[in-house]
């Protein structure tokens, strides 16, 4: 008989039964709403030719419906007690399309997953700006980012007029959207706050590295003290004299602050950098 969570099926006794618990320091929150799950599956517009990278697959509750439509679910799992009930779980109803690898995430996507390859994931929301910026910044881009995070992280990465250092790095590399909000009841344990699915497209076309280099230093050197003006954080990587005339250059006030510019000020302050120093 499977042991597939559902929301008749307490996920608390699930985790007690199998000699397992949810860890806090892991951010461990199990989804276990099967309407939720599959609006996290339908997002990813999965067919039987794909290849899913799944991270914190904790349970299988998302896993084994993505088994179902994908060719191949690549799994990473922090907790190697999980990852090792999860292989035989697996094993257990005949999936053999699912590798589990044990191991952090952040340390394991440097892995070939393939050319076309996408991601969908229930993940923990100390990892949220980090992960995002690892899979976007990858060599070998997932075609599609389908995420579940905290719905005031999702809502200021997705609002048009946010200009935050979060918001404007995942714009420059992708256009977000929000999907589906969800509540902080649909988890075990219940979080303080309620989630968001998150759709994340990576632009197709990609900006030169040299470029994205040189705007990713700026974009951080003018967020290094976000209450300072923008001339005093940016005369940290070249002369005040230099820099002021930059900054006007860009059609911008030195006496800004990097939250009042859009990605589009950034860039322009990217492209006055580079003829300055050629």
């Not at 799994?75 to 999860?86: F, N, R, T, V």
């Not at 690892?134 to 048009?160: D, G, H, T």
Request: charged share 25%; proline share 4%.
């Amino acid at each position: 008989m499977s042991n597939e969570i559902s929301p008749n099926n307490n996920i608390k006794d699930q985790l007690t039964r199998s000699g397992l618990a949810a860890q806090k320091k892991l951010g461990q929150n199990f989804l276990h709403d099967a309407n939720i799950i599959n609006k996290m599956v339908d997002a990813g517009n999965i067919t039987n030719n794909d290849t899913v990278l799944e991270i914190g697959p904790g349970l299988g509750t998302i896993t084994k419906p993505l088994s179902k439509k994908a060719k191949t679910v690549i799994a990473i799992e922090k907790d190697s007690g999980i990852a090792d009930w999860l292989e035989k779980e697996l094993a257990s109803e005949d999936i053999h399309n699912v590798r589990i690898i044990k191991g952090d995430a952040l340390n394991e996507l440097d892995l070939d997953f393939g050319n076309n390859y996408k991601v969908i994931a229930n993940i923990p929301y100390y990892i949220t700006s980090h992960l995002i910026r690892v899979l976007l910044e990858k060599e070998n881009r997932p075609s599609s980012i389908i995420l579940m995070i905290q719905k005031e992280v999702a809502e200021r990465i997705c609002k048009k007029d946010d200009n935050s250092l979060l918001s404007i790095s995942v714009n420059y590399y992708s256009y977000p959207k929000i999907i589906h909000i969800v509540s902080r009841n649909c988890f075990h344990p219940k979080p303080k706050v309620d989630s968001a699915i998150i759709s994340i497209t990576p632009k197709e076309e990609k900006e030169d590295k040299s470029f994205t280099e040189c705007f990713f230093k700026i974009l951080k050197t003018g967020f290094s003290s976000p209450r300072k003006q923008l001339l005093k954080n940016l005369s940290q990587i070249g002369e005040r004299g230099e820099m002021e005339s930059l900054i006007k250059a860009s059609g911008l006030d030195p006496r800004q602050r990097a939250e009042t510019l859009s990605l589009e000020d950034w860039k322009k302050l990217t492209t006055s950098y580079l003829n300055l120093k050629n």
